[in-house]
């Protein structure tokens, strides 16, 4: 059975900053101290920029042996609008961009040339043997349909033998229409399907179905939170839509499935994105990822899953 790695998305938020790291822990001590805790991280700055070679080698550097980090694709590499400030000053004066600054409708060469930087960028993770997979979280304007299958197929070749990770965010992708086709598609490509644990909201379109199905030897978990009154509020933050603090006994509906995956996969992680805060009983916060992470941690151990756990 394959040992379930467990951690947060991110290391870096303001939930874990001003609310888990002791008083003290500077900016950059932070990824250490982390790893002293949790034995993997998802990188999600990424999404918002390229990021740079020397950033990724103290990162590398900051990690002890056999630490991993899962890396989130820069938005761009998923169809995602970007500013054009966030792209590299060489890149900007060639990006086609719309009257609000947006990068609008590139070309594959210019996406190529993104994917060619964001990749070489993580080359001292790679050599360091702490890379584990890319992740690819498309927005719900990404439907299932011949372009969007297109686009993966070309995404996937441009990865070369790093790992693809696929997060679909609109139902059509997973409904029972297109549900096989699906997995089966990403079989072939050798991506791994991104499970949820998300709200369920009758009719949402944005949103998909846990269904805990592997398409490669990875099983791959993100933790949502199930706020369902936030995630579809108008004008609504990311703080809201993720601000959800598990209990006891919705993640101990997760242990049966995480031993059928321990069972199933070779290398199995699950990740909490919600990275809001909550009371602590004591009179403070405390961040709800890396509280739900150790709960999780210790509920899989009371279960005799195997699970990874640090102090």
């Known amino acids: 059975m394959a040992e379930i790695r467990i951690g947060t998305c991110s290391w870096a938020d303001d939930a874990l900053s001003k609310h888990w790291y002791p008083q003290g822990v500077k900016a950059g001590e932070r990824l250490a101290y982390?790893?002293?805790?949790?034995d993997t991280v998802e990188v999600d700055s990424t999404?918002?920029?390229?990021p740079g070679e020397e950033m990724v080698q103290r990162w590398a550097e900051r990690t002890p042996d056999g630490f991993v980090m899962h890396v989130k694709a820069f938005g761009l590499m998923t169809r995602h609008p970007v500013k054009v400030e966030s792209l590299p000053p060489d890149l900007r004066d060639e990006a086609p961009v719309d009257e609000r600054g947006r990068v609008e409708r590139p070309s594959r060469e210019f996406r190529g040339e993104v994917f060619r930087r964001f990749l070489a960028a993580l080359e001292p993770l790679r050599a360091a043997g702490k890379l584990g997979g890319i992740l690819f979280q498309f927005p719900s304007y990404v439907v299932y349909?011949?372009?969007?299958?297109?686009?993966?197929?070309?995404?996937?070749?441009?990865?070369g033998d790093d790992e693809l990770l696929i997060e679909f965010r609109h139902a059509s992708w997973l409904g029972d229409e297109h549900r096989d086709e699906t997995f089966r598609f990403l079989e072939e490509l050798g991506a791994s399907n991104v499970i949820v644990d998300a709200p369920r909201i009758d009719g949402a379109k944005n949103l998909i179905p846990t269904i805990p199905a592997l398409t490669s030897p990875t099983a791959y978990i993100r933790f949502h939170g199930r706020n369902a009154s936030t995630w579809n509020k108008r004008g609504g933050s990311a703080a809201e839509r993720f601000d959800y603090l598990y209990s006891d006994e919705e993640l101990q509906e997760w242990v049966p499935t995480l031993r059928e995956l321990s069972g199933e996969a070779e290398q199995a992680y699950a990740f909490f994105n919600n990275n809001a805060t909550s009371p602590d009983g004591?009179?403070?916060?405390m961040a709800q990822a890396a509280a739900n992470a150790k709960q999780l941690?210790?509920?899989?151990?009371?279960?005799?899953v195997p699970v990874s756990s640090k102090s």
């Open 34 to 38: 982390y790893a002293e805790h949790f």
């Open 47 to 50: 999404y918002y920029r390229l």
């Open 145 to 159: 349909k011949d372009p969007s299958l297109d686009y993966l197929q070309w995404a996937r070749e441009q990865l």
């Open 282 to 285: 004591h009179g403070g916060r």
């Open 297 to 304: 941690q210790r509920l899989l151990q009371e279960a005799k």
